[in-house]
């Protein structure tokens, strides 16, 4: 039977032609969903997820099926180390993640994989670890480097000279020595060098109220937020009232508090024993001078220098601080979350 153009046969082969071409692309999508080979968790590198803890849970959660005799979630089988003893230190050569009993030594430990520690761990001076979870508490001696993670249930030390150019987090607090250099850490506490005594209260401080109104070229914008065109200095021993937005420099006075927020557009500076009740934010640099306290987040797209025995946040209220370039005097503290963007530095006072 011949077809001619117009005759059913025609019109039938054209008809499955076309459907036989719009069908195409959709058979490796039917395949996919008929027998699925694409179900495994794409991998979220360290730079790529907000939680500073997400990998330390990861390796937990692997840990425990691994414990538990179930497929970890990471498709690899981890080495479990005996015992520790004396000169068993050097796991460079190693191939698997690593799970060990509580190590207390006073030599370098120095691992090529993720070492995951049930109990303490105290390690001397230059040890390094590309990634490191304890049940209990983290000790690193001075010179100590953390290339990718750190998380302790209990607390963190890291002596002086320490690198830890990532992340670091800890249920209970954080302790830096002095020349260590930092990117992001978590605590409900992180000190920073040595402890010092806290900050005198505002009930003790000598302070006269004060009003943003009597500031030169201040704008009322609401009766508890005003408007600074310009640069604006806060007299010392003052407590105001409300919130303050300056579009040039502001400079806080010692003793000064302010129970509100602060911004500004070129700088902030708060002098010895400012106080801020809310929060600070900047286009540009922020100075938080000798035992000042600022109780909200600290946000800055430029520098942050926080001075010695300066504080910011609340035990029992975290916080966040988060700048470019972060430099952190001896005997800071931090309540929350502090994030240096590219770099940030405890300097001796």
């Given at each position: 039977?011949?077809?001619?153009?117009?005759?059913?046969l025609?019109?039938?082969?054209?008809?499955?032609?076309?459907?036989?071409?719009?069908?195409?692309?959709?058979?490796?999508?039917?395949?996919?969903?008929?027998?699925?080979?694409?179900?495994?968790?794409?991998?979220?590198?360290?730079?790529?997820?907000?939680?500073?803890?997400?990998?330390?849970?990861?390796?937990?959660?692997?840990?425990?099926?691994?414990?538990?005799d179930?497929?970890?979630?990471?498709?690899?089988?981890?080495?479990?180390?005996?015992r520790?003893?004396?000169?068993?230190?050097?796991?460079?050569?190693?191939?698997?993640?690593?799970?060990?009993?509580?190590?207390?030594?006073?030599?370098?430990i120095?691992?090529?994989?993720?070492?995951?520690?049930?109990?303490?761990?105290?390690?001397?001076?230059?040890?390094?670890?590309?990634?490191?979870?304890?049940?209990?508490?983290?000790?690193?001696?001075?010179?100590s480097?953390?290339?990718?993670?750190?998380?302790?249930?209990?607390?963190?030390?890291?002596?002086?000279?320490?690198?830890?150019l990532?992340?670091?987090s800890?249920?209970?607090?954080?302790?830096?020595?002095?020349?260590?250099w930092?990117?992001?850490?978590?605590?409900?506490?992180?000190?920073?060098?040595?402890?010092?005594?806290?900050?005198?209260?505002?009930?003790?401080?000598a302070?006269?109220?004060?009003?943003?109104?009597?500031?030169?070229?201040?704008?009322e914008?609401?009766?508890?937020?005003?408007l600074?065109?310009?640069?604006?200095?806060?007299?010392?021993?003052?407590?105001?009232?409300?919130?303050?937005?300056?579009?040039?420099?502001?400079?806080?006075?010692?003793?000064?508090?302010?129970?509100?927020?602060?911004?500004?557009?070129?700088?902030?500076?708060?002098?010895?024993?400012?106080?801020?009740e809310?929060?600070?934010?900047?286009?540009?640099?922020?100075?938080?001078?000798?035992?000042?306290?600022?109780?909200?987040?600290?946000?800055?797209?430029?520098?942050?220098l926080?001075?010695?025995?300066?504080?910011?946040?609340?035990?029992?209220?975290?916080?966040?601080?988060?700048?470019?370039?972060?430099?952190?005097?001896?005997?800071?503290?931090?309540?929350?979350?502090?994030?240096?963007?590219?770099?940030?530095?405890?300097?001796p006072?």
């Amino acid at each position: 039977m011949m077809m001619t153009p117009g005759s059913p046969l025609a019109y039938t082969v054209f008809v499955l032609v076309c459907l036989i071409i719009i069908t195409l692309p959709f058979i490796p999508a039917f395949m996919e969903w008929l027998r699925p080979t694409d179900i495994a968790a794409l991998p979220v590198l360290a730079n790529y997820t907000s939680d500073i803890d997400h990998f330390a849970r990861r390796l937990h959660s692997d840990v425990m099926a691994r414990l538990g005799d179930s497929m970890p979630t990471g498709h690899e089988d981890f080495e479990v180390l005996p015992r520790q003893a004396a000169g068993q230190t050097d796991w460079s050569a190693a191939r698997r993640r690593m799970i060990s009993h509580e190590i207390d030594t006073d030599a370098a430990i120095n691992t090529s994989q993720q070492l995951y520690v049930r109990g303490n761990i105290r390690a001397g001076a230059n040890s390094a670890f590309p990634s490191l979870y304890a049940t209990g508490d983290i000790d690193l001696g001075p010179n100590s480097a953390i290339k990718d993670w750190a998380h302790a249930d209990g607390k963190l030390r890291m002596r002086a000279n320490g690198v830890a150019l990532r992340r670091i987090s800890a249920d209970k607090a954080i302790e830096l020595g002095t020349d260590t250099w930092f990117e992001r850490m978590n605590a409900p506490a992180i000190y920073f060098g040595g402890r010092r005594q806290p900050v005198v209260p505002a009930a003790k401080l000598a302070q006269t109220p004060g009003s943003y109104a009597d500031l030169p070229d201040a704008v009322e914008q609401t009766p508890l937020l005003f408007l600074v065109r310009g640069n604006c200095v806060l007299a010392a021993g003052k407590l105001y009232t409300g919130s303050l937005v300056v579009t040039g420099f502001l400079v806080i006075g010692a003793g000064t508090t302010v129970a509100g927020d602060v911004k500004a557009r070129e700088g902030v500076s708060m002098d010895h024993s400012a106080r801020i009740e809310g929060a600070i934010t900047c286009e540009k640099r922020v100075y938080v001078f000798n035992e000042s306290q600022v109780f909200g987040p600290v946000i800055a797209e430029g520098d942050l220098l926080i001075g010695a025995g300066a504080v910011v946040g609340l035990p029992d209220s975290p916080t966040t601080v988060s700048a470019a370039n972060i430099i952190v005097e001896d005997g800071v503290v931090v309540h929350g979350t502090i994030w240096a963007h590219e770099i940030g530095m405890v300097k001796p006072v």
